[in-house]
């Protein structure tokens, strides 16, 4: 048991020693979010239905929250390739997919690209993207091809353009990492984290199966793994005899550096163009106000009264700067006085009138502050007052409109002339007459009463 006991102690404390180098290494890593290369919903797509610096091919289909690389329809494909160059060295990938369809078994998959070249021809036999590619392309495989039972399953895949993709053994002995994982039809997105890092790839995946985004499982991390700078980032998707929606919900990328190392610094003509461009864009800002204010001069009546204040605010914040400026000579004064002087009495006697006169200069810019408040008070009241009285304005004009008709009315109503009814003559029966018929009314009904009661009896004795 002692030894069990060791054994357990020194496993614990290696598990706890690379905790403590994991989270170490995570807080030498700094980060920096390229916009370039990446979009995310709910604003995926411009105007012109397109992702910025993306391009989409195929059965492609981008939305405002997502991108459809392939629908679930039969012997398709889809692409979507990042249009922009990625200059860096180290990068991490965080992208969120959602792989669906009716059957029980789907096909055929989708794949993650980092290419040194995009093909013109955008299509191909490896998930809808060429065969034969410089670069990393990761999949996400859901055809058990080889009916080996492993599948649905992730793998990865580094080629120097010489090694051409075994779709029937399903990659088995070309990949560079593998694990089997289920991420089709689940409740939640799949979300998969991928990092290049001084020739380390990793790939953690989240399957889905909760909504909570940041339970991340190791798929797997290799070293020695040999990728160039100035790759171009893609996704890509098929479908064959058995289809799937194969959608992305996002593409982060991160470009990764310690935080020792230096950002690169623009250069000159970069930021000529950005001031340049900063300079147009507050030119137009400043046309489309004008505009506006020209096109809605109601809306700046309350703008335009307290304008008419600005002489008293700029008043008393050049009172304010002079304050500021004596106090500024005073406290001058004051060194100038200990250093020639050594006499205590006078130099805490300045001090004293330095603080009174500091006092004082506080007091004061307290009641400018109550002043201003109280004239914003006032601007304020004098706003609202001029809009009840529009309002009250209108009130009048409707209820004056209101009184002339009714005496257009009342005028019409006096020149007509009054039409008497005429009367219409009594052609009601009288009391008399209406007790005669109750009477034979009830007479007949008892004689019909009587027959019926007499017949039954006969044809009763009858039978």
Request: charged share 25%; glycine share 8%.
């Amino acid at each position: 048991t002692l030894l069990y006991t060791i054994k357990f102690e020194a496993m614990f404390l290696l598990v706890l020693l690379l905790i403590g180098l994991g989270s170490s290494f995570e807080e030498e890593l700094h980060r920096r979010f390229e916009y370039k290369h990446s979009f995310k919903g709910p604003t995926l797509i411009d105007a012109a239905m397109k992702v910025p610096f993306w391009e989409a091919s195929g059965s492609c289909l981008p939305s405002s929250d997502s991108v459809r690389v392939t629908p679930s329809v039969r012997s398709r494909q889809g692409h979507l390739w990042n249009k922009i160059q990625y200059v860096g060295a180290h990068w991490e990938i965080e992208f969120s997919l959602k792989i669906s369809g009716k059957g029980k078994l789907g096909a055929d998959g989708m794949a993650f690209w980092y290419v040194q070249e995009v093909a013109e021809t955008k299509g191909g036999s490896v998930f809808g993207a060429q065969n034969n590619w410089k670069g990393l392309g990761i999949f996400f495989d859901s055809f058990d091809n080889d009916n080996k039972h492993d599948n649905p399953a992730v793998l990865a895949v580094v080629n120097d353009g010489t090694i051409s993709f075994d779709h029937g053994k399903d990659g088995k002995g070309q990949e560079t990492g593998r694990c089997v994982q289920g991420f089709r039809n689940r409740p939640h997105p799949t979300q998969a984290r991928v990092r290049y890092y001084q020739q380390t790839l990793s790939l953690e995946i989240n399957p889905g199966i909760t909504n909570r985004t940041e339970d991340f499982e190791l798929c797997f991390r290799k070293d020695n793994v040999k990728l160039s700078p100035g790759g171009f980032f893609g996704v890509s998707a098929a479908t064959g005899a058995l289809a799937d929606d194969h959608d992305v919900l996002k593409f982060l990328t991160y470009s990764l550096y310690e935080r020792t190392e230096q950002a690169v610094p623009k250069s000159d003509e970069a930021k000529k163009k950005m001031l340049d461009d900063y300079e147009k864009y507050d030119m137009k800002l400043e046309e489309k106000k004008k505009a506006y204010r020209e096109k809605n001069p109601d809306k700046f009546q309350i703008v335009d009264q307290e304008d008419d204040q600005s002489p008293f605010y700029n008043s008393l914040i050049d009172y304010q700067i002079k304050l500021g400026i004596k106090f500024d000579h005073l406290t001058d004064l004051v060194a100038k006085i200990g250093e020639v002087r050594s006499n205590d009495e006078g130099i805490s006697h300045v001090k004293r009138s330095i603080s009174d006169i500091q006092t004082t200069q506080n007091s004061m810019l307290a009641q400018i502050e109550s002043s201003g408040a109280q004239l914003q008070n006032v601007i304020a009241t004098m706003s609202n007052m001029q809009s009840k009285s529009a309002g009250t304005e209108k009130e009048l004009k409707t209820l004056s409109l209101a009184v002339g008709a009714a005496q257009t009315q009342l005028k019409e109503l006096q020149n007509k002339k009054t039409h008497v009814c005429p009367a219409v003559p009594d052609t009601g029966i009288s009391f008399v007459h209406l007790l005669c018929l109750v009477i034979i009314q009830t007479s007949v009904l008892i004689a019909y009463w009587v027959w019926r009661s007499r017949a039954e009896e006969a044809r009763k004795k009858f039978f």
